[in-house]
């Protein structure tokens, strides 16, 4: 049997329902900040990433999925969305105008990393960002978007780490400075060893303990921040403060790409293990020059989505929706069945029956199984006398906080009678109990 790839998985039902519930309430957030969705190719040109993202990161380096076409061109699946907005953008000339330009982007992502929990080669990002502004104050909007949406989906404990990571003439500064750190340093992995000349801003990055334990007592960038940077910096930090934002000051915090500049930060969720951080994003000043745009601020996140929804709560999510199971027995009564059914799901009610003349007790259990809400019983009596019986269903999926699973509704909570309604009466019935079920 053909099975999926490693490190790519199927998402499936009923689980899918929570990712829809995770995407709507982040379209839902980001409507309120005033952001537009975009959708983009997964295939870019693999000059793109690799001009954005950095030739020594582990993710170009390493991670991409790279391949010719048929016409020899290398295109690669993308690893992050951030270099496709912004490619999209300056093609497009969305960034003209004044004011801040503000888009967001859902869909996978593609890294050739090691799979484990909470990592996987094919994984989702909800993306932000927002062009064209330097003020810290977008900075801090940015930040108080990305709290809002993980706030409204996780209760737990999030961690937001913060580091300033300066404009290009900080870095080279600091650079040189860790490079000349770096350089009797013994012990340092082999990447390392050529990072420390190439790019020393990349070795703080490294995954290898060994290089972690050399680096801590090197020269933080915090130190080499000009003037602009550190009062850029230190507004962003008063303003977190003033919307009683927690933060913690990371120094050593460098994300794993290249393009950064100014502000850097993580969003770590307790209860995640190694692969904690749920949430990244900075800004990237440099970023629209670099592909032969021009000069433009920008700064956006991205959330883990994977990550995040093995931190939802359990209850979050599953489709709540009443369905009504119409259960038929005899061929007349399908027939009223299978149009009852239909009327049902005009009238936006979802709703369900039986295509294959199950027994009535397999039916009934079929209704369980669906977490219906009511059941409709139409027999040979039924058909005679014109009254269909609706059934309050004793177990139903509502009681186990909307997760599809058979629970025996509670002691203390009175069951409604089964009422017999007549054909002619039933569809109004029901959408009258439906819609009390779905107020109360
Ligand atoms: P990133 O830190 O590489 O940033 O990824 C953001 C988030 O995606 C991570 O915090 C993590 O939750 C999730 N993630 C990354 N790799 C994997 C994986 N292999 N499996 C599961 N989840 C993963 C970026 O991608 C930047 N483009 C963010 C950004 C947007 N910066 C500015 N704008």
Request: glycine share 8%; proline share 5%.
């Amino acid at each position: 049997m053909i099975k999926a790839i490693r490190g790519m998985r199927d998402i499936l039902p009923p689980e899918t329902s929570r990712w829809q519930w995770v995407e709507s309430v982040a379209r839902e957030v980001f409507d309120l900040y005033g952001y537009q969705e975009i959708r983009l190719p997964l295939l870019e040109r693999t000059e793109l990433f690799a001009r954005s993202i950095g030739e020594e990161t582990d993710i170009v380096a390493k991670e991409m999925y790279t391949f010719p076409d048929r016409k020899g061109d290398s295109l690669t699946l993308r690893p992050e969305a951030t270099a496709s907005v912004l490619r999209a953008v300056l093609e497009n000339r969305l960034e003209k105008g004044a004011g801040v330009k503000k888009f967001y982007t859902l869909g996978p992502m593609f890294r050739y990393e090691r799979p484990q929990k909470g990592r996987f080669r094919q994984f989702f990002q909800i993306n932000c960002e927002a062009y064209g502004v330097e003020a810290p104050e977008l900075d801090v909007e940015v930040i108080l978007l990305l709290m809002h949406i993980l706030k409204r989906l996780l209760p737990g404990e999030l961690r937001l780490l913060v580091n300033s990571l300066g404009c290009p003439e900080c870095q080279v500064k600091f650079k040189a400075a860790l490079g000349l750190f770096l350089i009797n340093r013994e012990g340092l992995c082999e990447d390392c060893q050529r990072r420390r000349t190439t790019n020393a801003l990349r070795v703080m990055d490294c995954k290898s303990a060994h290089c972690q334990g050399i680096l801590q007592d090197a020269p933080v960038i915090r130190d080499y921040l000009c003037p602009d940077c550190a009062d850029h910096f230190a507004r962003v930090l008063e303003l977190l403060d003033r919307f009683n934002v927690a933060y913690e000051l990371k120094p050593r915090l460098v994300r794993g790409l290249d393009y950064y500049t100014r502000t850097a930060f993580e969003v770590a969720a307790v209860g995640l293990g190694a692969q904690d951080a749920v949430a990244g994003g900075g800004r990237y000043n440099g970023l629209a020059k670099e592909l032969g745009g021009p000069d433009l601020p920008a700064i956006g996140f991205a959330i883990g989505e994977d990550r995040l929804l093995e931190v939802l709560p359990e209850n979050f999510g599953f489709d709540l929706r009443p369905r009504i199971f119409v259960a038929a027995l005899g061929e007349p009564a399908r027939e009223r069945a299978f149009t009852v059914i239909q009327e049902l799901r005009r009238k936006d009610l979802a709703a369900e029956m039986d295509f294959e003349g199950r027994s009535l007790k397999a039916q009934m259990s079929m209704a369980d199984r669906l977490g219906a809400t009511y059941a409709v019983i139409l027999g040979e009596k039924e058909i005679a006398t014109g009254l269909a019986q609706v059934r309050p269903m004793k177990k139903f999926s509502q009681e186990t906080g909307g997760k599809v699973k058979l629970t025996e509704v509670g002691a203390g909570r009175t069951l409604e009678a089964q009422e017999q309604v007549p054909f002619e009466d039933l569809m109004d019935y029901l959408i009258r109990k439906i819609r009390d079920k779905e107020n109360s």
